[in-house]
Structures are given as C-alpha cells and as structure tokens.
T-cell receptor
Framework: ETGVTQSPTHLIKTRGQQVTLRCSSQSGHNTVSWYQQALGQGPQFIFQYYREEENGRGNFPPRFSGLQFPNYSSELNVNALELDDSALYLC??????????FGPGTRLTVL | DQQVKQNSPSLSVQEGRISILNCDYT??????FLWYKKYPAEGPTFLISISSIKDKNEDGRFTVFLNKSAKHLSLHIVPSQPGDSAVYFCAALHSGTYKYIFGTGTRLKVLA
C-alpha cells in the first residue's frame, strides 16, 4: 500500500479531445511526479510538482500540464490528444527523499 | 537515447534458485539507483535502492550490487519464490533533479 490513488482506472478518448487525470497522495508527500508508460516501455518522466509549482519537466510538449493542490491531490491535463498519447499514466508521491511511491495508474486509450 | 538499459526482456528461474537481473546506464551523473517491481494492474512498488557511494545494499532476500566503473547494477533475489514473478524496473536518478530514468523492464518468471 503506497498511499497513492488514481482515477479513473481506464479512460477512452478520441483524437483532439482533452483529458484530466487525477491523483491523490497521502499526507507527507510534498512532491508529486507524473510518468507516461507506453506498452513495453519503462515509465517516462513528464514533470514533478513541489509546493504547487512545477519543479522539473521531461521531454513532453506544453499540451501536457499539471496542477498540485494543498490537499495532496494533483491533476495531469493533456490537450489535443494524439494517438501516441495512449499509455498508462502513473503518479508518484514523494517526501523529498529519493524514493517515490506510485499509484496504480490510469490507462488512457486514444482512438 | 536510452540512458538506462535492461537488455534482458525476460528471465525464467526455478523456485529456490537465484535470480539475477541486470541494468546498465550511460550517464555518469546518476548517483542513486532503485529497483521497482510491478505486478499487472498495479503501479511500480519500491523494492531496494543504492547510493553511488556504496557498492552493495542488502534487504532480506534482495541484494543490489553497483559497479560504477562498468556503469552496471544488478539485483539478486535469493531464494526466488513464485510470488517474485513480476516485471522489474531499474531506475537511475541524479539527486536533486527528482527525475527518474527508467529502464524498459525485465519480466521475471519463477517456476514452481
């Protein structure tokens, strides 16, 4: 039990639409990171938030954006969905140390 | 540009024997390494980690070895159990960046 939950579990969207994925972390997780895991690949870092501000970003375009809220919840927003955005999206909470604790992920399918 | 590589997509081991999972990296700035285990329909679960100032870290049946000169780390599981069957990811980190770089994973199957 990592103390990190994500919703929804699965989601189907069509190309060009927008999507919001949600993550709820536990008290003490002052950082939240989002990862994209395509089929057969390892998770790819999208960005991290610390104290509600973006703290680092991977090689993802600006249509991937996020928010972190004071109640340890966060959102990942993706605009203008493309077919290649189909993946498992993982959120991870951290306490500022090196270990991160992952949620079960949201499986996004873009048709 | 694959900075962290797990060259074996899969591995099968008999129950009770040793499982050895390997990981290579290219970026000498990485100073912290982690192993995660992932079951289907679950997120990765932290297993064990090692700082670059060490060459070995042990936790029960799990031991991670780090060879900095070869830019290579390995995870040893002894003895292997059927419940260890999962996908194992290694991840590397440059402390302070909080940006994990993951390998592509190795699927371990422990045969009863």
């Amino acid at each position: 039990e990592t103390g990190v939950t994500q919703s929804p579990t699965h989601l189907i969207k069509t190309r060009g639409q927008q999507v919001t994925l949600r993550c709820s972390s536990q008290s003490g997780h002052n950082t939240v990171s989002w990862y994209q895991q395509a089929l057969g690949q390892g998770p790819q870092f999208i960005f991290q938030y610390y104290r509600e501000e973006e703290n680092g970003r991977g090689n993802f375009p600006p249509r991937f954006s996020g928010l972190q809220f004071p109640n340890y919840s966060s959102e990942l927003n993706v605009n203008a969905l493309e077919l290649d955005d189909s993946a498992l999206y993982l959120c991870a909470g951290g306490t500022g140390g090196n270990e991160q604790f992952f949620g079960p992920g949201t499986r996004l399918t873009v048709l | 540009d694959q900075q962290v590589k797990q060259n074996s997509p899969s591995l099968s081991v008999q129950e009770g024997r040793i499982s050895i999972l390997n990981c290579d990296y290219t970026n000498s700035m990485f100073d912290y390494f982690l192993w995660y285990k992932k079951y289907p329909a679950e997120g990765p679960t932290f297993l064990i980690s090692i700082s670059s100032i060490k060459d070995k870290n042990e936790d029960g049946r799990f031991t991670v070895f780090l060879n900095k000169s070869a830019k290579h780390l390995s995870l040893h599981i002894v003895p292997s159990q059927p419940g260890d069957s999962a996908v194992y990811f290694c991840a590397a980190l440059h402390s302070g960046t909080y940006k994990y770089i993951f390998g592509t994973g190795t699927r371990l199957k422990v045969l009863a």
